[in-house]
């Protein structure tokens, strides 16, 4: 009985493990660049001191098929602060299909950073939104801003704005407006139908 089923298990793996098309290919982003902060520290009802510096920022995430006109994903952000610390943080990313598609769109990041430096006076958790304008050829203006904290935390005000590219919104994502100059024979997703 147990060789009558072996072919059968043997067969049903190796139907199991052949390569398969793809359904649909998910969006994907990883950006670097720099900019500007500014943090403000509490000091007391009314006053305030910030501190100003030079920021640099990453990130990389994934999220449903650039083929929708509207898509939703994951994203991890760093932001480091030359001189204060890095914030590392999860968001849910929302952002237009012309942004997923490496063309011109927006994206709008909702999350929450880790901040351990400078003893937490600057806060520990803030909660952060992050506004990204897509251009393109993978450049992008991203302006975040950290408000309040995660309850039970220290307090966090401050914002960043930094100029970005998006190797990937360069590359694999890439289709639209920029193809009569660099066609991309394979976007990730394929082509969009035309009309």
Avoid at 45 to 52: G, M, P, T
Avoid at 158 to 184: C, H
């Amino acid at each position: 009985m147990q060789r009558r089923v072996l072919p059968f298990v043997v067969a049903l793996a190796a139907g199991w493990l052949a390569p398969h098309d793809a359904r649909a290919d998910v969006s994907s982003w990883m950006a670097v660049g720099g900019g500007y902060t500014g943090q403000f520290l509490r000091q007391g009802q009314n006053a305030w001191s910030s501190d100003w510096v030079p920021a640099i920022g990453y990130s990389i995430g994934v999220g449903s098929s650039p083929l929708n006109s509207a898509v939703l994903g994951g994203l991890i952000r760093g932001e480091t602060y030359v001189g204060l610390g890095t914030d590392v943080g999860l968001a849910v990313r929302a952002c237009s299909g012309g942004f997923a598609r490496g063309d011109w769109g927006v994206a709008l990041d909702l999350g929450a950073a880790w901040r351990s430096w400078q003893n937490s006076v600057y806060g520990e958790w803030p909660v952060q939104a992050v506004v990204t304008g897509g251009t393109p050829w993978g450049f992008q203006l991203a302006i975040g801003a950290q408000v309040s904290t995660v309850p039970g935390s220290q307090p966090a005000d401050g914002f960043f704005a930094a100029i970005e590219i998006d190797l990937l919104r360069l590359t694999v994502m890439r289709q639209g407006s920029s193809e009569p100059w660099w066609y991309n024979p394979s976007p990730a997703g394929g082509h969009m139908a035309k009309e």
